[in-house]
T-cell receptor, first 112, second 113 residues
Framework: DTAVSQTPKYLVTQMGNDKSIKCEQN?????MYWYKQDSKKFLKIMFS???????INETVPNRFSPKSPDKAHLNLHINSLELGDSAVYFC???????????FGPGTRLTVL | KNEVEQSPQNLTAQEGEFITINCSYS?????LHWLQQHPGGGIVSLFM???GKKKHGRLIATINIQEKHSSLHITASHPRDSAVYIC???????????????FGEGTQLTVNP
């Protein structure tokens, strides 16, 4: 069974579209994260939720909106996609903030 | 905010060699993470350590909290060890009790047969 899963794995879309990436974890963890990995392979935190509450919100355009319907899910919705949004987005979870993190397989987003 | 530096950025080795990757950070922490990113893109947590040394198979991670430095060693390296190795340290946010990881830029390791 996959511990942290993301869908879709690949997403190709046009500029200006709105898209969502879904993340689910079956580890019973309280904390979930979204990271962005740019073309230079540098990882950067975007958001973190703990018990469905937003606890980290980095300097991210407000076109990005995370939603946590329950502790096992953290979805990422992106409005008005731009070329610069092309990247790999990783979801992760941990038992609590500061603990070991388990990563999803990543979603490669390409904006044309 | 913690600054994380890894060295070297790129490392090429012959199969069987002993590998060392270094990580330094600027602000005291309670624990440091080592991650591995496979050529296919997946990220795996290798170690989370707060003191001393941890060993898992051929991988050994050490940390010196006073010197703000950690090393990842690979003994008897193998081509399947080829990957990007990333160290990460937490920044704790008192206002939200959150913790975010700040990542090093990664070390691309290539082990040739």
């Amino acid at each position: 069974d996959t511990a942290v899963s993301q869908t879709p794995k690949y997403l190709v879309t046009q500029m200006g579209n709105d898209k969502s990436i879904k993340c689910e974890q079956n580890l019973g963890h309280d904390t979930m994260y979204w990271y962005k990995q740019d073309s230079k392979k540098f990882l950067k935190i975007m958001f973190s939720y703990n018990n469905k509450e937003l606890i980290i919100n980095e300097t991210v355009p407000n076109r990005f909106s995370p939603k946590s319907p329950d502790k096992a899910h953290l979805n990422l919705h992106i409005n008005s996609l731009e070329l610069g949004d092309s990247a790999v987005y990783f979801c992760a979870s941990s038992q609590d903030p500061g603990n070991e993190q388990f990563f999803g397989p990543g979603t490669r987003l390409t904006v044309l | 905010k913690n600054e994380v530096e890894q060295s070297p950025q790129n490392l090429t080795a012959q199969e069987g060699e002993f590998i060392t990757i270094n990580c330094s950070y600027s602000v005291g922490i309670s624990a440091l993470h080592w991650l591995q990113q496979h050529p296919g893109g997946g990220i795996v947590s290798l170690f989370m350590l707060s003191s001393g040394k941890k060993k898992h198979g051929r991988l050994i991670a050490t940390i010196n909290i006073q010197e703000k430095h950690s090393s990842l060693h690979i003994t008897a390296s193998h081509p399947r060890d080829s990957a990007v190795y990333i160290c990460a340290v937490p920044d704790y946010l008192l206002e939200t009790s959150g913790s975010r990881l700040t990542f090093g830029e990664g070390t691309q390791l290539t082990v040739n047969p």
